[in-house]
């Protein structure tokens, strides 16, 4: 299995706070995403990043900002938490080229009260 | 855009075949993933199609027609445990993303 750890794995917060998820990997992997899943949508794409400080929106990016000042780490934050950012979150890596397939960590259940 | 498109639930019996279809319309295609998915748990990777055929892989079989659009994932000699959501996803050519279909819930019975 891939090396990927995401923290929190469970977080229940109010609206208008802000949330801040993290995604740790250990394959020193160049491309790294975060998803969300809700039922009847499957996954969709939040933000990715191909490189320290390189990232780019997805298609769900509206109200979510991240960061990569690492390799290993990429955060995933909510500035101001609504209930409809109440989902489960997903980070993946993969090694870019001919190692497209992406692997994925535990994810991490948001609820947003 | 990207239309990814797969049934919902399927169910089938222990120890039978099934077959999940996925069409896909994308620019520049580039191959087609297949994820299993348990219940509260993360998707883990099944199998990839790049050229147009059949791969198989013990028991799960994966198909690719670039020219239709139309992938499937067979999965032969059903376990109880093979009952999870069977995710489709496409890559497109320079592009490191994936898109997903929202899944097919296959439930099996004894």
């Known amino acids: 299995d891939a090396g990927i750890t995401q923290s929190p794995r469970h977080k229940v917060t109010e609206t208008g706070t802000p949330v801040t998820l993290r995604c740790h990997q250990t394959?020193?992997?160049?491309?790294m995403y975060w998803y969300r899943q809700d039922p009847g949508h499957g996954l969709r794409l939040i933000h990715y990043?191909?490189?320290?400080?390189?990232?780019d929106k997805g298609e769900v990016s509206d109200g979510y900002s991240v960061s990569r000042s690492k390799t290993e780490d990429f955060l995933l934050t909510l500035e101001s938490a609504t209930s409809s950012q109440t989902s489960v979150y997903f980070c993946?890596?993969?090694?870019?080229?001919?190692?497209?397939?992406?692997?994925f960590g535990p994810g991490t259940r948001l609820l947003v009260l | 855009g990207q239309n990814i498109d797969q049934p919902t639930e399927m169910t089938a019996t222990e120890g039978a075949i099934v077959q999940i279809n996925c069409t896909y319309q994308t620019s520049g295609f580039n191959g087609l993933f297949w994820y299993q998915q348990h219940a509260g748990e993360a998707p883990t990777f099944l199998s990839y199609?790049?050229?147009?055929g059949l791969e198989e892989k013990g028991r799960f079989s994966s198909f690719l027609s670039r020219s239709k659009g139309y992938s499937y994932l067979l999965l032969k000699e059903l376990q109880m445990k093979d009952s999870a959501s069977y995710l489709c996803?496409?890559?497109?050519?320079?592009?490191?993303?994936?898109?997903f279909g929202a899944g097919t819930t296959v439930t099996v019975r004894a």
């Open positions: 990043s191909y490189g320290v400080k390189d990232t």
């Open positions: 394959e020193n992997h160049r491309y």
């Open positions: 199609n790049v050229l147009d």
């Open positions: 993946a890596i993969s090694g870019g080229g001919y190692q497209e397939t992406q692997y």
């Open positions: 996803a496409v890559s497109r050519s320079n592009d490191y993303k994936l898109s």
